[in-house]
């Protein structure tokens, strides 16, 4: 079965950079991505990996470790508009199943 | 730059009613998603299709179907609606394994 574990809520003040984690476990691995999603829209895409190591876009990265089964989001210098949920996806299987965890809710304050 | 349409965006229906929902994905993308998002909770994967065909099946009940059609529109449809079928449906869609463009949902509410 699909296993994938996020911390439930995280706190930051803004400016700051918060790190947010993400673990699998599930039979098959494609790809994982990370979403933001604000309460009552539709997740919005933040960043892909398929190969160990980060990638950077902007104030957002995204970290991979497959043997690991790890990765984290990291976000800086943040926004008020940042508190979101933000969501770790895996696809899994033979790529057209989209996983999601069960969702980070980031609080940003002053 | 298109993106990817539901309707209806509110839907209300009493318990034992009908519902379909529709999904229009990006043109040239060649996968569809439908996800169930209950307050408070992540999207859980019902079903997906790549090439209109059917490829991926979650925790969808055997009351919903759905299927994608030659224009590569999908719809979910849900029959003998519960109380605790109020949710967000999303659809989404992509090409091959690239990222995921969601729609911006259907409210269902059933009473």
């Known amino acids: 079965g699909q296993n994938i574990d996020q911390p439930t809520e995280m706190t930051a003040t803004e400016g700051a950079i918060v790190q947010i984690n993400c673990t699998y476990q599930t039979s098959g691995f494609n790809g994982l991505f990370w979403y933001q999603q604000h309460a009552g829209e539709a997740p919005t895409f933040l960043s892909y990996?398929?190969?160990?190591g980060l990638e950077e876009k902007g104030r957002f990265s995204s970290f991979l470790s497959r043997s690991k089964g790890y990765s984290y989001l990291l976000l800086k210098e943040l926004q008020m508009k940042d508190s979101a949920s933000y969501l770790c996806?895996?696809?899994?299987?033979?790529?057209?199943?989209?996983?999601f965890g069960t969702g980070t809710q980031l609080k940003v304050e002053l | 730059a298109a993106g990817v349409i539901q309707s209806p965006r509110h839907l209300i229906k009493e318990k034992r009613e009908t519902a379909t929902l529709k999904c229009y994905p990006i043109?040239?993308?060649?996968?569809v998603y439908w996800y169930q998002q209950g307050p408070g909770q992540d999207p859980q994967f019902l079903i997906s299709?790549?090439?209109?065909?059917?490829?991926d099946k979650g925790s969808i009940p055997d009351r919903f179907s759905a299927q994608q059609f030659s224009d590569y529109h999908s719809e979910l449809n849900m029959s003998s609606l519960e109380l605790g079928d109020s949710a967000l449906y999303f659809c989404?869609?992509?090409?091959?394994?690239?990222?995921?463009?969601f729609g911006q949902g259907t409210r269902l509410t059933v009473v």
């Open positions: 043109p040239r993308h060649d996968t």
């Open positions: 996806a895996v696809f899994t299987g033979g790529g057209n199943k989209l996983t």
């Open positions: 990996n398929v190969l160990d």
């Open positions: 299709f790549y090439e209109k065909m059917q490829s």
């Open positions: 989404a869609s992509s090409l091959r394994q690239g990222e995921a463009f």
